[in-house]
């Protein structure tokens, strides 16, 4: 069935976008097999063939597991419609006119309870454990994103009800609600929170206009949560007491009780006459008295006084995090994975002969570890108390981390990485690191001292691996079912702020030492364009299944600088400067034209999902198609650059040079579209380098020239001089700078906002222009107006994403040529290279025959030959 489904999901490529394809694959698909729309011709055929119970049995549970498993198929085919508007909307606009909207819709009507319901009703725990609930909302999911005409009917279907309903469903687990068995014969998935959030977010996708229309009804829905929590609270004072505030009657049940005590005493014989007795006791009852209404008032007085704090951090079982519980240590939720993470080490090779040959490095991979998140926050106590009580459920009892997938919103899970605090004792710190890394070795199994023995080595390389998956646009929820790029952002920040802690420190400074001194040393000492090719030619990658590929090797080396360089003018060896940014530019390109794009796993096959493409470039071609260098100016010629003449040029000569440069910008467009997975990481590394830059600066506020604090506020226009307190950090690695590490240790809504504005950001950051504009404005390109791109609408009340993650313009370098023609320069170097390479070989030969040798010995002279 897994290659079933894996051949569905290429059915909408193999389309091409035309009409008769198309029109086979939508015949083929309708009508859709939901379950509940297949009984009754289930049922009328069973009839009609007059079988007995025990064959009618068999060939229901026989047309069921077909049902389910077309089912299935037709899923993994809508969900992998591309985004190409040429193909994707062509199918989706198909579907829309056979009635596929319109049948999923009534489904969704008959399952669905058609009046508001609580989520504990029969009614609606019957709904969420429909069979293809989860399946109907996958495929509306597919049909929807980006397709507007399916959008404005969903969000228009009876007058909004759909979209209410898909709110009251959005974080709903019904893995807790199912059994096992129903489950698995009806295909019932355990992800219809997870899905109908998905739904929500395509039907948003483009669309301001719904996508108002669901902020308001959420909105709408967290103030109606509001009214009932404060009716509630004023409710429970009510009960409480509240309108008991005067002495007068809370001292009428103390004396009534203590005069009846008296009474009985009195009664008995022996005892104080009455009259005396009341004057005896007059005093005492008047003061306990007294004191109950002091202490009444007093606890009224603190319930009027509560205030609930907005955390950013609550645990979602308490609903608490650290200011009403500042000692106990949140936790995140994450699922690890054992992987081979590439170009993990670089050790240098002896060289074969003698001589002074350039020194030889052998790039292989490591085992490491990767981390990915839905962010659901808990306390470590609280993950123990609910893992104790799914122990002992009956009949069925769950396992500690299968319970935690319920509360994890039905993602997958494996692991508790925890959230420090300032409020946090050192000593349960400390205790929550160690707890972690050792249940890292628990995941790691057999390879558990690579974890345990190199801490911040797997940390960082975690974190690299986070940013390379949003640099190459792949999924974050293939492994777990949920979360994405704002969730691993957050997590992101969870990971540096454990790398800042004083436990790693010292094996933090050591990594990234040994890390600047072997792959930026090696990688980052060439000052032209022409270099690139024999810096890379002395890096030896190996171990990839796929051939060896640089792109891991320079994003390591990216990373690394990333956290390991000083501020430009702090004399440090390596800086986070424009030389720097040029550098790992031309590497980027280099790399791209000889290797292709970057992948995210190098092991995978060479299909990759292309970036939108943008008008703005013409004539650029399939990302499909790697870049080839085209001879330019005649065939084996040397390119040439752009020249000036007075003389006006003949009419061939300048379509001849016309058709030239048309070539040559055909060329470095095709690089610059392959390029784009380098260029996100690239951009992704500069845009927290200048959050971050800002945070270590005198506790993260600084002022530039203007007076704005750049801390706060990002402002492009001009270069900004920074002021701060100690000009010592300048020339520091920025993860070892106090400030910093004491901004990280407290987590707050800054640091998840930040993350928020970073997957918000590169959502829309695929287009090349987009892209190749940054960097133009960023190394201060003259010609390149400020970075000001059109982004999709944010949330409201949120900071805006450019405002957050915009830096300033950069000095240009003299020394560097210019940024605006990078592209244009690798491929004439490699054309001038390859063009060197055929005339020497031309002359090998032409010697070797002048001198009577074979010319077929010319070119193997002095190399071994194969065993």
């Excluded at 969900?79 to 909307?89: F, K, L, Q, R, T």
């Excluded at 108002?212 to 409480?240: G, V």
Aim: proline share 6%.
């Amino acid at each position: 069935q897994k290659m079933r489904t894996q051949v569905a999901s290429l059915l909408p490529f193999l389309t091409f976008g035309q009409e008769a394809p198309i029109e086979v694959l939508v015949r083929a698909s309708m009508p859709l097999p939901l379950p509940g729309a297949q009984e009754q011709e289930l049922n009328s055929s069973s009839d009609s063939a007059g079988l007995g119970t025990g064959e009618q049995l068999e060939v229901d549970a026989t047309n069921t597991a077909r049902s389910a498993l077309s089912l299935d198929l037709v899923t993994a085919l809508v969900m992998h419609v591309p985004s190409d508007p040429a193909i994707g909307e062509a199918i989706r606009a198909a579907f829309l006119k056979a009635g596929a909207v319109h049948e999923l819709l009534r489904y969704l009507k008959h399952i669905l309870p058609s009046t508001p319901c609580d989520k504990t009703s029969p009614e609606w725990v019957a709904a969420c454990q429909a069979p293809g609930l989860s399946a109907a909302l996958r495929i509306l999911t597919g049909l929807a994103a980006g397709f507007k005409d399916t959008q404005r009917l969903l969000a228009a279907h009876e007058e909004g009800r759909l979209l209410k309903l898909l709110l009251q469903l959005e974080g709903t687990a019904v893995s807790s609600m199912q059994s096992s068995g129903s489950s698995s014969e009806a295909g019932i998935g355990a992800q219809v929170g997870t899905d109908a959030e998905g739904l929500l977010e395509a039907l948003k996708r483009d669309n301001e206009e719904v996508t108002h229309e669901i902020d308001s009804l959420r909105n709408e829905q967290r103030s109606a949560k509001s009214n009932r929590a404060l009716q509630t609270r004023q409710k429970m004072l009510r009960a409480l007491g509240i309108a008991v505030s005067t002495a007068s009657d809370a001292e009428s049940p103390a004396v009534g009780s203590l005069a009846a005590a008296v009474g009985a005493g009195g009664g008995g014989g022996g005892g104080l006459a009455p009259e005396a007795a009341t004057e005896e006791v007059a005093k005492p009852v008047a003061a306990a008295a007294a004191a109950a209404s002091s202490s009444a008032a007093a606890c009224v007085e603190e319930l009027m006084n509560f205030e609930d704090v907005e955390e950013d951090l609550r645990c979602c079982v308490c609903q608490e995090g650290y200011h009403f519980q500042p000692e106990e240590v949140l936790c995140v939720y994450t699922f690890v994975k054992p992987v081979a993470v590439q170009a993990g080490t670089l050790t240098p090779e002896a060289s074969s002969q003698g001589g002074h040959e350039a020194q030889v490095y052998k790039v292989a991979p490591r085992f490491g570890l990767c981390s990915v998140s839905h962010f659901t926050v808990i306390h470590w106590h609280c993950h123990q108390s609910a893992t104790r009580a799914a122990a002992n459920l009956r009949p069925k009892p769950q396992g500690e981390w299968e319970s935690a997938t319920v509360r994890n919103s039905s993602s997958r899970c494996n692991a508790l990485i925890p959230v420090l605090s300032p409020s946090l004792p050192d000593a349960a710190a400390s205790q929550a690191l160690e707890r972690h890394f050792t249940h890292l070795g628990q995941v790691a199994k057999s390879n558990s001292q690579s974890v345990l023995g190199r801490r911040a080595a797997c940390l960082l390389q975690d974190l690299r691996l986070c940013f390379a998956r949003l640099a190459c646009q792949e999924s974050f929820s293939a492994d777990t079912g949920g979360g994405g790029p704002r969730h691993n952002m957050c997590l992101a920040l969870v990971m540096l702020q454990l790398l800042c802690h004083d436990s790693l420190a010292g094996d933090l400074a050591q990594e990234l030492q040994e890390t600047q001194r072997t792959f930026s040393a090696s990688l980052l000492d060439f000052a032209d364009v022409s270099e690139t090719t024999l810096v890379l030619a002395k890096h030896r990658v190996v171990g990839q299944v796929d051939g060896p590929h640089p792109a891991h090797l320079w994003a390591w080396c990216t990373f690394t600088a990333l956290f390991g360089a000083g501020t430009p003018g702090g004399g440090s060896s390596l800086e986070w400067s424009a030389g720097t940014l040029w550098r790992l530019l031309c590497l980027a390109l280099e790399i791209t034209r000889q290797h292709g794009p970057m992948r995210w796993e190098q092991r995978r096959g060479s299909v990759r999902h292309s970036p939108t493409s943008s008008p703005a470039i013409p004539g650029l071609s399939s990302p499909r198609s790697s870049p080839r260098l085209r001879p330019v100016g005649g065939a084996g010629g040397s390119p040439s650059l752009p020249r000036l003449e007075l003389e006006p040029l003949a009419q061939e000569e300048a379509l001849e040079e016309e058709l030239e440069e048309c070539s040559e910008e055909a060329a470095a467009n095709d690089l610059l579209l392959d390029a784009v997975p380098m260029l996100r990481f690239l951009l992704l590394c500069d845009v927290w380098r200048w959050r971050l830059e800002g945070w270590s600066r005198a506790g993260g506020t600084s002022t530039s020239q203007g007076g704005q604090e750049v801390g706060s506020r990002a402002s492009g226009s001009d270069c900004l001089v920074e002021v701060i307190e100690d000009e010592t950090l300048l020339g520091t690695p920025l993860l070892s700078r106090a400030p910093l590490r004491q901004r990280l240790r407290s987590f707050d809504g800054e640091l998840i906002e930040m993350g928020e504005a970073v997957a918000h950001f590169f959502a829309s950051a695929t287009a090349p222009t987009v892209l190749w504009r940054f960097f133009l404005y960023r190394l201060g390109d003259p010609a390149t107006p400020e970075f000001n791109p059109k982004l999709p609408p944010h949330a409201e009340g949120g900071a805006n994403p450019l405002e957050l993650l915009r830096p300033p313009r950069m000095k240009a370098d003299p020394s560097l040529p210019d940024v605006s023609v990078l592209p244009q320069l690798v491929l004439k170097s490699a054309a001038a290279r390859a063009a060197a390479t055929a005339a020497a070989e031309a002359a090998g030969v032409a010697e070797a025959e002048a001198g009577g040798c074979p010319r077929s010995d010319a070119p193997s002279a002095g190399l071994p030959h194969a065993g």
